[in-house]
């Protein structure tokens, strides 16, 4: 699997590499995001301080010094809560690269992601975002990014769905990944499962619940 630059080349990694996501509520609640190295240091993060920020349907993801990589917007009016994704900040006269939609309304329904700059090279997520544990799938059905529990490696505990693991595989964009969490935040929310970390009997790096 060799994807290549969608967003930013500088966001693509040699080997699989795993993110650590925070989910950020500064002022309001689901605000923004920010995201880790393997190393600790800060590489992406969404700020929103504007109460009615999701009423916009519109988030802007930023490198670590601030500058805009990417724009989605909730494309309307759209049945199936389609967004879509521009480069840079803002979409004035500007095209979509990709665009976001759900095949169903309602259950455990999988995502597709069609890219407008190269047909044919779309992409699928099947999972439950809300459970944190899904997959985004090339179109030749290889995995190309997981997102999944974060498991603290001192406790064994699987810490609360606000902290979670991005799990990018060689030549993914790291950067189109987080473009793509950002829209499953917004059409899938929070409305599976309670947010309370669970005690596991697992290895450190294992990051599958038990049951």
């Not at 993060?45 to 988030?59: I, N, Q, T």
């Not at 601030?66 to 521009?86: A, D, I, M, N």
Request: net charge negative; with cysteine; proline share 3%.
């Amino acid at each position: 699997m060799k994807a290549g630059a969608i967003v930013e080349e500088g966001f693509i990694y040699e080997e699989e590499t795993l993110l650590t996501v925070l989910k950020t509520s500064l002022f309001f609640t689901g605000d923004g995001f920010t995201v880790y190295n393997p190393k600790g240091t800060l590489i992406f993060r969404v700020d929103s301080y504007e109460p009615d920020a999701r009423d916009k349907g519109e988030l802007v993801l930023m490198d670590a010094a601030g500058r805009c990589l990417l724009t989605v917007r909730r494309k309307r009016p759209s049945l199936h809560q389609r967004w879509e994704g521009f480069l840079g900040e803002g979409i004035d006269g500007k095209k979509p690269i990709f665009s976001v939609k759900r095949s169903s309304i309602i259950g455990r329904s999988s995502v597709t992601v069609e890219m407008y700059s190269n047909p044919g090279e779309d992409y699928q997520i099947e999972g439950s975002f809300s459970l944190r544990c899904c997959t985004i799938f090339n179109a030749a059905k290889e995995s190309v990014a997981e997102i999944r529990r974060k498991v603290d490696a001192s406790t064994q505990v699987m810490l609360g769905k606000d902290v979670f693991t991005l799990c990018l595989k060689p030549g993914f964009d790291g950067a189109f990944a987080m473009g793509l969490v950002l829209v499953l935040d917004q059409i899938t929310g929070d409305d599976d499962s309670n947010d309370t970390g669970l005690p596991v009997d697992i290895a450190a790096d294992d990051l599958t619940t038990v049951t």
